[in-house]
């Protein structure tokens, strides 16, 4: 299986840039097509679609949300960070089967 | 607009079968695959299966010996069965909408296994 690594927590302050990262324990891309997406969690919310293959905004998610990356190492770039982004962060790779997720990044407020 | 809503019992007793059921509205499900994926203490978000546009199935095989996903479109829902559930089978159990990405989520069912 593919495990994707995130850091548990991220500390940010309001207005300032938040970069969190995900790290794949074997590549995830075909060609140039990278097959990892993002998703953000709110307590009580189910995931909502952030970024997918990579470094394509999904519908109605703010320009302030962007992601890059390729091969192994991908970023979730939030700038700035609002006080409505305080949330769960978490990668997921649909490269092979089974599809596998991060263990998510908490977003706090310094 | 595109709805998806899981039903389920809520409480399941240790080796019984958990049935839940995925209502959606906004597009049809011979267009799309759906998608099962569960979130546990233990385990956090876990994918357990999808239902092709065109009606089979493909299954993470940590559940594939008692895990079944199937449909009915002209109900416009879609169905996951898992047997032997276990008390680490407690969690959160959502359908949504997508092929390699998940554009759309049902609010969750969470099924509390206990005796």
């Known amino acids: 299986d593919i495990v994707l690594t995130q850091s548990p927590v991220l500390a940010v302050s309001l207005g300032q840039r938040a970069t969190i990262s995900c790290r794949a324990s074997q590549s995830v891309s075909i060609s140039s097509i990278n097959l990892m997406h993002w998703y953000q969690q709110k307590p009580g919310q189910q995931p909502k679609l952030l970024i997918y293959r990579a470094s394509n905004l999904a519908s109605g998610i703010p320009a302030r949300f962007s992601g890059s990356g390729s091969g192994t190492d991908f970023t979730l770039t939030i700038d700035p960070v609002q006080a409505d982004d305080i949330a769960a962060y978490y990668c997921?790779?649909?490269?092979?089967?089974?599809?596998?997720f991060g263990s998510g990044t908490k977003l706090e407020i310094k | 607009q595109v709805q998806l809503k899981e039903t389920g019992p809520g409480l399941v007793q240790p080796t019984q079968t958990l049935s839940i059921t995925c209502t959606v509205s906004?597009?049809?499900?011979?267009?799309?695959?759906m998608q099962w994926v569960r979130q546990t203490p233990g385990k956090g978000l876990e994918w357990m299966g999808f239902?092709?546009?065109?009606?089979?199935?493909e299954y993470n095989s940590e559940f594939k010996s008692r895990l079944s996903i199937s449909r009915d479109t002209s109900k416009n829902q879609v169905f996951l069965k898992m047997n032997s559930l276990k008390t680490e089978d407690t969690g959160v159990y959502y359908c949504a909408r997508g092929f390699d990405n998940w554009d759309y989520w049902g609010q969750g069912v969470m099924v509390t296994v206990s005796s």
């Open positions: 997921q790779q649909s490269r092979e089967s089974p599809l596998t």
């Open positions: 239902i092709r546009s065109g009606g089979s199935t």
């Open positions: 906004g597009f049809s499900l011979t267009s799309y695959y």
